[in-house]
């Protein structure tokens, strides 16, 4: 290793591991890099995480979890170390292409859609047995081998993660897979792909009003894992479910015998409770309308694209045929119902940074302001966060901490969406109609004065939508009395906020 906590080419790691070329993440505090093990002579990756120590203690664990989940489609681990100021993470290297960079360019047929989950639903199944999440599903996590192996990266495991968001984010990879679409109900890095698509209250629009091929069953399904107020099965639930679907191309099952596995299963709302949802109601997720047409594109690979695409920096490729992508043309749109042209729908507010700020009430000594203009940036990478406290209420020493939004005049606010890295937090609305000033006295009159919105959503996930009725207000703050756990102590990090108004 070099003198200065930096890795270079050439550096050996373990007396083993030669960094050969750096492949993503660039002066970040996780690095990918292409190695050679100069002892077996073959070639390896290393994820290389700074500064090793507690920090590093979740990825550590999850990676002696992922040597021994001995499951197909997780890459094998031969090695985890930390030596202080690095920690690393050797794997295997893996010639092929990114799923991502297959959906950049189209969809997957159901069929192959289901199967191709099924598979990445195996891997997580095996780090929940073995007590850990993976935290990082997505299009660009999922490799697709020379030899058609699909192969899930290794696991991250970093507090906040729970097995209820990996499955989640396995419906939202099978609604890419069908769609070419990520949606933002699942907050994920470097998909590569555009959102998916929304109606005018922002609910993901159903995978089969995108593309017109994916069956009634399928579709629905996906709606459901998508859906945080469903409860999901396990990942190995799912699996049986996915790979029960692909037997007849993600059509129904038949109705005879056993169908389902649990009433646990998303399954169980097919033909009930989701045919029966009025397209009138408000929904769980909130955003503004859109319609987008399916990824309909000549796949042409050549070469060999390693691992690295994981950080979206390469050109993915791989063998179409192997694949079964689909080529037609499946764009639709949505009208919306007759009836709805007498309650206006929600729209989503324009924001500016001008139009935000952190409240930190005293005793705060307003030194976590910085950054607040990244919860509007439209990207899930980016956000505000607080300090590491050693007490889930900021430490003991104050009522909470928020973000002001100023919506220009009296609104009447029908939903907010708030995005986060970890889930735990405890976050509610509140609401008035003066800011009393940018400054310590200011933040506590909007304590003392402001309303409650919304009630406090205890332990949320990750993604919440705090429904606020249609009630006027000009100002409204995002308001956090309990930070989730984080390396060292508690801490959030705001990636999105997204406000909804008539």
């Known amino acids: 290793m070099s003198a200065v906590d930096v890795p270079s080419v050439g550096d050996l790691l373990a007396e083993r591991y030669r960094l050969e070329e750096h492949l993503g993440g660039a002066n970040g505090h996780r690095q990918l890099w ?258 987008i047409a399916a990824i309909v594109a000549g796949v042409v690979f050549a070469g060999v694209v390693a691992s690295a695409l994981i950080w979206g920096g390469g050109d993915p490729g791989s063998d179409e045929n192997a694949l079964g992508l689909t080529g037609e043309d499946t764009s639709s749109s949505e009208e919306p119902p007759e009836d709805e042209a007498e309650v206006a729908a929600p729209t989503e507010a324009e924001l500016s940074p001008e139009d935000l700020r952190v409240i930190d009430p005293p005793p705060g000594t307003r030194t976590e302001l910085e950054g607040v203009a990244n919860v509007i940036d439209g990207t899930s990478s980016t956000g505000w966060s607080t300090d590491t406290y050693n007490a889930p209420a900021f430490g003991d020493l104050k009522p909470g901490m928020g973000i002001l939004i100023d919506l220009g005049e009296a609104r009447e606010v029908a939903s907010v969406r708030v995005q986060m890295t970890s889930a735990g937090a405890t976050v509610g609305l509140l609401s008035g109609d003066e800011d009393p000033g940018d400054s310590s006295s200011g933040d506590q009159a909007i304590v003392d004065s402001f309303t409650t919105l919304t009630e406090p959503v205890e332990d949320a996930d990750t993604n919440i939508e705090l429904q606020a009725g249609g009630e006027a207000a000009r100002y409204v703050v995002v308001w956090i009395t309990n930070l989730p756990p984080s390396s060292g102590g508690y801490k959030v990090t705001i990636s999105e906020i997204n406000v909804f108004v008539r």
């Not at 598979?119 to 697709?144: F, I, K, N, W």
């Not at 020379?146 to 990996?166: A, I, K």
């Not at 609604?175 to 005018?200: H, I």
């Not at 996915?242 to 109705?255: F, K, Q, V």
């Open 34 to 291: 292409r190695g050679v093990d100069v002892l077996l002579h073959r070639s390896v990756a290393v994820v290389l995480r700074s500064p090793g120590g507690d920090e590093a203690a979740p990825t550590m664990t999850a990676a002696v979890a992922a040597s021994r989940a001995h499951v197909d489609s997780m890459v094998d681990v031969y090695d985890a170390v930390d030596e202080g100021r690095f920690a690393y993470v050797v794997r295997e290297w893996v010639n092929g292409s990114s799923l991502q960079g297959v959906l950049e360019r189209q969809p997957l047929a159901s069929g192959h859609a289901l199967e191709l989950v099924a598979s990445v639903a195996d891997a997580v199944a095996a780090l929940h047995d073995g007590g850990v999440t993976h935290g990082d599903l997505h299009p660009g996590s999922v490799l697709l081998s020379e030899d058609d192996r699909v192969m899930v990266t290794e696991p991250r495991n970093e507090p906040g993660n729970t097995p209820v968001g990996d499955v989640r984010a396995l419906g939202a990879t099978l609604y890419a897979c069908l769609t070419g679409a990520w949606p933002r109900v699942v907050p994920a890095e470097n998909t590569g792909l555009p959102d998916a698509p929304t109606d005018e209250w922002g609910r993901t629009i159903d995978a089969g009003a995108v593309v017109a091929a994916v069956p009634e069953t399928l579709s629905r399904l996906t709606a459901d894992l998508l859906d945080t107020a469903e409860a999901p099965p396990s990942a190995a639930e799912l699996a049986i479910e996915l790979r029960r679907l692909a037997e007849t191309g993600g059509a129904r099952p038949s109705a005879s015998g056993d169908t389902r596995l649990s009433p646990r299963s998303p399954l169980d709302a097919i033909g009930e409770e989701s045919a029966s949802k009025s397209p009138a109601s408000p929904p769980a997720g909130m955003k503004r309308l859109a319609v």
